[in-house]
């Protein structure tokens, strides 16, 4: 320990912390694998919003039905912050692993809860309370989980491929987006409206369900890559204070840009009105543009600096937006909107890649976890959620097809400053490898 010690004193090891193992790129993949499957968990809620709402809440307006489903996705968002100071720190003190495992329990047991809730119909108002405490204990699991996964990643990378690794954090969620898509794509290939409605949507949940076990066992058997903190030092939050409030605005950016790529099954159902096997078809072509282009965006950035790429991210998202949604409300082509789809999912995977491993790479590892669990947590908590819902209302009452462009521009504009302005943390640009 009085080692240790004095290694801190003389800088050879960060943050008070005794230096963390490299471990190998598969036990990456199981974070990944884990993180995924958490991460569909919570999402598949987003894709299938227009029929929990007939199941849950009452009344006659589908459209008021739709509102209620959208802010009870945002319910889920409001106890991400919570989960993030509990579980967040948590894997800084005890180690990551631990941290993971508690919040992929937890989201579980969310998962269960709303795939057995009874409807509206059967329990009365019953139900959609119970619909909003499992969303707000998948809201305290997933909160806590961003910060010890992202870490992990981190941690097991060699100093040179710390982009490419950690930009499994939003590939993962590209795979959980696909795989929720391509179950709603399926289940609408196969059952009518009625039954789509009816039960349908349970089944995803359910899916969600019977894989819970196999994510405890695989984040069972990681290593840990975090060690004890040296009794009695602390790492100051000061210095990093820029760092954080510029991860803030980017994390804000990639925030909006990537619900309101979410929210583009409903888009095309309840405003393109599309078939539902067109709109589920166009979450599986956001997400999988998504996957590519955040581990694309990841191994770029480890040749030639973070921030650069979140640069080219924010302008070619600000200038590419308009043109998407004016084509696609000309031509009304499903297969320009596909075509618009994949660039917009693109554009999500390299803007959210860069603002996670910014911020992860930028924090020493006594605060990491929690330091990106928190404002990671905070930036998706307040926008998350409100984001989809927000959209939906100013979508019905301006009847403008550049509406969702809109809010896109504004993003990538706030998303682009915040670049600017953050530090670069990049080995390859800092020599610190």
């Not at 954090?169 to 709603?184: D, E, F, N, R, Y």
């Not at 959209?391 to 706030?414: D, E, R």
């Amino acid at each position: 320990m009085a080692e240790a010690a004095a290694g801190v004193r003389a800088g050879a090891v960060p943050s008070g912390h005794v230096a963390t193992r490299h471990v190998p790129a598969s036990h990456v993949a199981a974070v990944s694998i884990g993180n995924a499957l958490e991460f569909y968990d919570f999402l598949t809620f987003s894709l299938f919003a227009v029929y929990i709402g007939e199941a849950f809440f009452p009344g006659h307006d589908a459209t008021d039905k739709l509102y209620a489903s959208l802010a009870t996705f945002w319910v889920g968002f409001l106890t991400r912050p919570l989960g993030a100071a509990v579980l967040g720190p948590l894997g800084d003190k005890i180690g990551r692993k631990p941290a993971m495992l508690i919040s992929f329990g937890l989201i579980g047991l969310g998962m269960l809860g709303l795939a057995v809730t009874p409807t509206y119909k059967m329990i009365g108002p019953a139900a959609p309370v119970l619909v909003v405490i499992f969303r707000l204990i998948q809201g305290f699991a997933l909160g806590g989980n961003v910060g010890p996964t992202t870490a992990f990643m981190l941690e097991a990378a060699p100093p040179l491929r710390r982009g490419f690794y950690t930009s499994f954090q939003g590939a993962s969620q590209a795979v959980a987006i696909l795989a929720s898509a391509v179950v709603g794509w399926t289940m609408a290939r196969l059952l009518g409206p009625a039954d789509l409605g009816a039960w349908g949507w349970r089944v995803a949940f359910a899916l969600g369900v019977t894989i819970v076990p196999f994510g405890l066992w695989l984040r069972g058997r990681l290593p840990e890559t975090h060690a004890a903190p040296v009794a009695g030092l602390r790492t100051p939050l000061r210095p990093h204070l820029r760092l954080m409030g510029c991860a803030f605005f980017l994390l804000l950016a990639a925030t909006i840009v990537t619900y309101i790529a979410l929210y583009m099954t409903t888009y095309a159902l309840d405003t393109l009105h599309q078939g539902p096997s067109v709109a589920f078809a166009v979450s599986i072509v956001i997400s999988v543009a998504m996957l590519v282009s955040s581990l694309g965006s990841g191994w770029i950035s480890d040749r030639i600096g973070r921030r650069p790429v979140a640069l080219v991210s924010g302008l070619a998202g600000a200038a590419l937006s308009a043109p998407i949604f004016l084509v696609i409300h000309a031509t009304a082509s499903p297969l320009m909107l596909f075509a618009g789809m994949a660039v917009l999912g693109a554009l999500v995977g390299l803007t959210g890649a860069q603002a996670i491993l910014i911020l992860a790479e930028g924090l020493p590892p006594a605060i990491r976890s929690g330091g990106m669990a928190i404002v990671y947590a905070l930036a998706i908590s307040i926008f998350g959620g409100a984001t989809q819902l927000v959209l939906a209302k100013a979508i019905h009452s301006s009847n403008s097809p550049l509406t969702p462009a809109l809010f896109l521009i504004g993003a990538f504009v706030i998303g682009l400053a915040a670049a600017l302005l953050a530090p670069e943390t990049a080995p390859v640009k800092t020599g610190r490898a």
